[in-house]
């Protein structure tokens, strides 16, 4: 057992056999308390430090250290003759613990981690999540520059975080930053729908292209992304029909500003086609040709209170939504190439309803307002809070006669669902 005074810290040991093994841990035990009650500030050079141990092994044997304001001084008693000589020789040094590599090893378990629950946002290009806090132990996926993160706990060196997808893991401290870290709207990719492929005529002549807003360069967030390939434009005759409501833009791309909203089934004059996948019409504006058909679509008539038809087979919504099924799910994606549940969401407000979103499912939880689900209509958010703790980590849009799409898991990608199957609904949200 072991007491603390105000001036010493005594650890005792009984026993009628102790030898001088036991001698010498008692000596180590003692020495590992008293650097546990003062700090490394404490430890100096071991003319300041004296460790006592009773000569007799028949009785009470004492390692006593006194402290006190002006150092550590010994009494009566000397430590086990082959050790005394060494004593003085010595000198003892605290220093932080670093595997090989400098990295920090965290020295408290994972259960003694100070509980928090704020949000950080990733400082670095790219951390490693792992399953526990050790660079030794697997990596669970990895989180790029301003992903937001919900801080769970922390110990000395490592973080136990909650990724937006409900994912969790251990991440060293140093890469996080308590301070929100806004990264820059990628200028979103044009859909996988395949364009007509017509054979252009020889004439053909450049079209300015107004600037891209700034995007993020995944290498590194003070990389400058590269100057995309200018537009071109071919002479193209021909007339289309919007599929579904489409945005007619003063330019071909997506950060043109808006002219007008496009009706399903409504008659597009098409004089000419650019290199990146739009269409120029006939009075100058630009619309994106995966959005087109040649053959007129059917538009349901009203029904008889005035609504129009819920049915996925006649949402124009639903018709834009469907084309995305059987796209990957990439942690962390917002384009066809890849989407999470929230950057599905996203990208589906931003070229469909021309709306920003925020690339976080707790951020657009926050967003629109709530409305129950006997009232939901396409495009409504459906949010899931799959853990119980009040953090959202799953949305997906509702697109009529009681289905939803979303970018579910990594091995399904995007699917279209029943919203009856969904568990743990915790709100529904118009955002439009």
């Not at 060494?86 to 003694?112: H, Q």
């Not at 679509?297 to 029904?303: L, M, N």
């Not at 920003?356 to 009232?375: F, Q, W």
Request: net charge negative; with cysteine; glycine share 6%.
């Amino acid at each position: 057992m072991f007491k603390k005074t105000d001036k010493s810290i005594v650890f005792h040991v009984t026993d009628r056999t102790l030898n001088n093994t036991v001698r010498v841990t008692c000596l180590l035990v003692a020495s590992a308390l008293t650097l546990g009650f003062f700090g490394t500030s404490a430890a100096g050079a071991t003319d300041d430090i004296y460790f006592q141990v009773d000569r007799n092994p028949l009785t009470t044997t004492n390692a006593v250290i006194n402290y006190s304001a002006k150092g550590i001084s010994a009494n009566s008693y000397s430590v086990h003759n082959k050790l005394a000589s060494n004593i003085s020789a010595n000198t003892y040094e605290v220093k932080e613990l670093t595997d090989d590599n400098g990295i920090p090893v965290e020295i408290l378990d994972t259960s003694e981690f100070t509980p928090d629950g704020s949000h950080s946002w990733v400082s670095c290009t790219k951390a490693n999540v792992r399953s526990e806090p050790s660079v030794s132990s697997d990596k669970v996926t990895d989180i790029a520059y301003s992903d937001e993160v919900i801080l769970l706990s922390y110990g000395t060196s490592w973080s136990k975080i909650k990724l937006s997808d409900g994912q969790e893991g251990y991440v060293l401290s140093n890469l996080l930053s308590s301070e929100e870290i806004l990264a820059p709207t990628a200028t979103p990719t044009p859909t996988p729908v395949p364009s007509p492929t017509p054979v252009p005529k020889p004439a053909a002549t450049a079209t300015p292209v107004p600037e891209n807003p700034a995007t993020e360069n995944n290498s590194s967030p003070a990389t400058e992304a590269p100057t995309p390939e200018p537009v071109t434009e071919s002479e193209y005759n021909i007339t289309v029909y919007a599929s579904c409501s489409s945005n007619l833009r003063s330019g071909p791309g997506t950060d043109c500003s808006l002219v007008k909203v496009l009706n399903t089934g409504d008659e597009i004059t098409v004089v000419a086609q650019t290199s990146n996948g739009w269409y120029k019409t006939a009075n100058g504006n630009y619309i994106k040709a995966s959005l087109c058909t040649e053959e007129k679509p059917y538009v349901p008539e009203p029904s008889s209170d005035g609504g129009s038809s819920s049915e996925t087979g006649s949402n124009d919504l639903a018709n834009y939504c469907l084309q995305f099924i059987g796209c990957a799910y990439v942690y962390a994606g917002s384009s066809p190439s890849g989407f999470d549940c929230s950057g599905f969401v996203m990208y589906v407000y931003a070229n469909y309803y021309g709306i920003s979103l925020p690339h976080s499912a707790d951020s657009i939880y926050r967003m629109g307002y709530e409305v129950s689900s006997d009232v939901m209509e396409p495009g409504d958010v459906v949010c899931n809070d799959h853990n119980g703790d009040g953090y959202i980590d799953h949305v997906s849009i509702y697109i009529g006669d009681g289905y939803v799409v979303h970018a579910s898991t990594s091995t399904t990608g995007v699917i279209k669902s029943s919203f009856a199957d969904l568990k743990d609904v915790v709100s529904i949200r118009r955002l439009r």
